[in-house]
C-alpha cells in the first residue's frame, strides 16, 4: 500500500508556473504507475498527465501538451507536474494518483484505473 501526498498549488497569475509534487510512502515506489488528474468545480476528475513505472511511456491531455511536464524521481518516492504558461482554465483541484501496472512500461489514463489517491492540491490561476 502507498500513501500520497501532494504539495505545491497555490494562486498564481496566467502565464505564471507553479510545480506540484507528489510524495510517496512505501519502498517499492520505482513500482507504481503515476498519475496526475484535475477536478474542476461542477466537473467530473479528467487525466492531466500520467507516467509509466519505468518512465519510458507517458501521456498528456491536449489542453497542456507543451505547457506541463510530468517526471519521476524514485530516489526520492516523488512524483512532480511542472506547469508553465498557466491559464485561468487550468484552476482546479489536481490530485496524484498511483497504481501497480500490469507492466512497468504501460501508463494508464482513465482515473478508475488507479488504486491510490491522495487528498489533492488547488491551484487557481487567475486572469
Known amino acids: 500500500q502507498v500513501q500520497l501526498v501532494e504539495s505545491g498549488g497555490g494562486l498564481v497569475q496566467a502565464g505564471g508556473s507553479l510545480r506540484l509534487s507528489c510524495s510517496a510512502s512505501?519502498?517499492?515506489?520505482?513500482?507504481?504507475?503515476m498519475g496526475w488528474f484535475r477536478q474542476a468545480p461542477g466537473k467530473e476528475r479528467d487525466v492531466v498527465a500520467v507516467?509509466?513505472?519505468?518512465?519510458?511511456?507517458?501521456y498528456y491531455r491536449d489542453p497542456v501538451k507543451g505547457r506541463f511536464t510530468i517526471s519521476r524521481d524514485d530516489a526520492k518516492n516523488t512524483v512532480y507536474l511542472q506547469m508553465n504558461s498557466l491559464r485561468a482554465e487550468d484552476t482546479a483541484v489536481y490530485y496524484c494518483a498511483a497504481r501497480i501496472p500490469t507492466n512497468p512500461g504501460v501508463h494508464y489514463r482513465i482515473p478508475a484505473s488507479y488504486d491510490y489517491w491522495g487528498q489533492g492540491t488547488q491551484v487557481t490561476v487567475s486572469s
Open positions: 507516467l509509466s513505472a519505468n518512465g519510458g511511456s507517458n
Open positions: 512505501g519502498r517499492t515506489f520505482s513500482s507504481y504507475a
